[in-house]
């Protein structure tokens, strides 16, 4: 029996075939996201060029990342998620940090595991979407700061890792993603909300 080695392609495929609740709904997140392109690409003239497409598909693409990192956070499976809090205890490059999720986060993991699994699945609908880009890419920065300090000397991490992803996240709040082909292009220009373009404007 031939045996798949592992490849992008390979574990792409298993992603987008997994028998689980989580796979149809991010197809629709999926198709909703291309809907919107679609829709911003006909209704607006700048947003037609290769620059929105291509920072419409770096868009999906870390968007996609944290979507699916969330799917090891499912409550109330928080085994993975507890082994990597201990590893921030050990070797969180912040003493206080290790300090924190030692005493605190780790004995309410009932509390925090949730709230750590909505924050990534917030952020993946948010860059995905292209809705609210800059809050999303901001929570994004700061879960990506959280790992880069607290891993940093974690066996077999390369920090520039998680320092990648700082920066990533960084530029996506400098020049919030969404405004590209995303929902954010839509309610910044065509929304007939005066508070809904004002909180676009602001997070998106």
């Known amino acids: 029996m031939r045996v798949l080695r592992p490849s992008p392609w390979n574990d792409f495929a298993a992603f987008m075939t997994k028998l689980a609740w989580y796979t149809p709904v991010y197809w629709v997140l999926l198709a909703a996201a291309l809907a919107i392109a679609v829709l911003a690409w006909r ?22 990342m944290w979507w699916e990192q969330s ?20 070797h969180a490059a912040v003493v206080p940090q290790g300090q924190f999720v030692a005493d605190a986060v780790i004995p309410n993991i009932a509390l925090f595991g949730p709230l750590v699994y909505l924050a990534e699945v917030a952020i993946g609908v948010s860059l995905t979407l292209g809705l609210f880009s800059r809050l999303g890419a901001l929570a994004g920065l700061l879960m990506a700061l959280n790992l880069w300090l607290g891993l940093y000397s974690a066996p077999n991490e390369w920090p520039w890792t998680y320092g990648f992803l700082i920066i990533i996240q960084g530029l996506f709040l ?3 993603p969404g405004r590209w082909l995303g929902a954010d292009a839509l309610l910044r220009v065509g929304s007939e909300r005066p508070r809904l373009r004002r909180i676009a404007l602001v997070a998106g």
Do not use: C, F
């Open 43 to 64: 209704r607006l003239p700048a947003q037609r060029s290769a620059h929105g497409v291509g920072i419409l598909v770096l868009r999906l693409l870390v968007g996609g």
């Open 71 to 90: 799917l090891w956070k499912v409550p109330p499976n928080y085994d993975g998620l507890l082994y990597w809090m201990k590893q921030m205890t050990e």
């Open 174 to 176: 400098i020049d919030p």
